[in-house]
């Protein structure tokens, strides 16, 4: 397996432009998770989906977020307009989820965002 | 509600040394897993080990271990025989076992072996 696949993987855009981050998960996994990393702020999840719905998007920062799952094999994570505190590294992950135990979660190579 | 602490931003340990990283944290859950994740240069994320909460023995992992010690909320990790190829950042994380799925990361400690 490919693993995780994220693209692209370094963007650099100009404040104000629209970014879309994509993501394809492990074949078979059915929960999609949206990581960004930051100096200041660490680790952070930012929404996840599970069986391609969003169950926990409160981590999103603002309006200017929004992140998509339109089927089991693919997600977006788009801004706009972008702003440089949006510059971090995002990544995706993915699971497969059963019950109540333990699914690891498998993370992508992230995508390094900067915002001029 | 899940919050992570690491109190060592940076560690550094000569090669072939044993090296132990602290992880404190706290946790609504009744049930739950606890992770130590390696974060390379490359920045991929790769898991170290995992430990769940209702087991009292400490997992192994080659030269990898932990010391969960429950009740005081602790978790850390320890490396024997520390080799270059371990120089990374190293971050604790914890997920619950029920409906909520993500990871909550502390926020890392950069462990540097020295030659």
């Known amino acids: 397996d490919a693993g995780v696949i994220q693209s692209p993987r370094h963007e650099v855009t100009e404040m104000g432009q629209e970014v879309t981050l994509r993501c394809k998960p492990i074949?078979?996994?059915?929960?999609l998770f949206w990581y960004r990393q930051t100096m200041m702020r660490g680790l952070e999840l930012l929404i996840y989906?599970?069986?391609?719905?969003?169950?926990?998007d409160s981590g999103m920062p603002e309006d200017r977020f929004s992140a998509k799952m339109p089927n089991a094999s693919f997600s977006t994570l788009k801004i706009q307009p972008s702003e440089p505190r949006d510059s971090a590294v995002y990544f995706c992950?993915?699971?497969?989820?059963?019950?109540?135990?333990?699914?690891?979660?498998?993370f992508g190579p992230g995508t390094r965002l900067t915002v001029l | 509600a899940q919050t992570v602490t690491q109190s060592q931003p940076e560690m550094s340990v000569q090669e072939a040394e044993t090296v132990t990283l602290s992880c404190t944290y706290d946790?609504?859950?009744?049930?739950?897993?606890l992770f130590w994740y390696k974060q390379p240069p490359s920045r991929q994320m790769i898991l170290v080990i995992r430990?769940?909460?209702?087991?009292?023995q400490n997992a192994t992992e080659n030269r990898f271990s932990v010391n969960f010690q429950k009740a005081a909320k602790s978790f850390s990790l320890k490396i024997s025989d520390s080799q270059l190829g371990d120089t990374a950042m190293y971050f604790c994380?914890?997920?619950?076992?029920?409906?909520?799925?993500?990871?909550?990361f502390g926020s890392g400690t950069q462990l540097t072996v020295l030659p």
């Open positions: 946790t609504s859950e009744s049930n739950y897993y």
């Open positions: 074949s078979g996994h059915n929960s």
């Open positions: 989906f599970n069986n391609n719905v969003p169950i926990d």
């Open positions: 994380a914890t997920r619950g076992s029920g409906s909520a799925r993500q990871l909550t």
């Open positions: 992950a993915s699971s497969f989820t059963s019950g109540r135990g333990y699914n690891e979660q498998f």
């Open positions: 430990q769940e909460a209702y087991k009292q």
